[in-house]
């Protein structure tokens, strides 16, 4: 059993930034790829990004690229998500989540997670 704990969420206004950190006990983390949602009030969970188990291979949504930054720490067990120039349309509850399978790409369909945590919130406004 994974468990996945996200932080970092806060308040901050449009320009700034944030960094969510998703922290991993249980098994390690180093065998799963992992991918951050987000999910609006009254929208549906979107995938964000989503990084390898290995770290070389990252994916970002459009919505995001750019701006948003995955990386992670296997020695560490955390993964994180850097928000840089962040607008209001990111306002969301960010989730980490932990996929078994490994292909040739990290996922970022909700469908497919083994693992969630329960989210941090991240309101950018002024």
């Known amino acids: 059993q994974l468990q996945l704990v996200e932080s970092g969420g806060g308040l901050v206004q449009p320009g700034g930034s944030l960094r969510l950190s998703c922290a991993a006990s249980?098994?390690?983390?180093?065998?799963?790829?992992i991918a951050w949602f987000r999910q609006a009030p009254g929208k549906e969970r979107e995938g964000v990004s989503c990084?390898?188990?290995?770290?070389?291979?990252?994916k970002y949504a459009d919505s995001v690229k750019g701006r948003f930054t995955i990386s992670r720490d296997n020695a560490m067990n955390t993964v994180y998500l850097q928000m840089n120039s962040l607008k209001p349309e990111d306002t969301a509850v960010y989730y980490c989540?932990?996929?078994?399978?490994?292909?040739?790409?990290?996922?970022?369909?909700?469908?497919?997670?083994?693992?969630w945590g329960k989210g941090t919130l991240v309101t950018v406004s002024s």
């Open positions: 249980g098994f390690g983390l180093r065998n799963y790829d």
């Open positions: 990084i390898s188990s290995s770290g070389g291979r990252t």
């Open positions: 989540a932990a996929d078994r399978w490994i292909g040739a790409m990290c996922r970022t369909s909700p469908d497919v997670m083994d693992y």
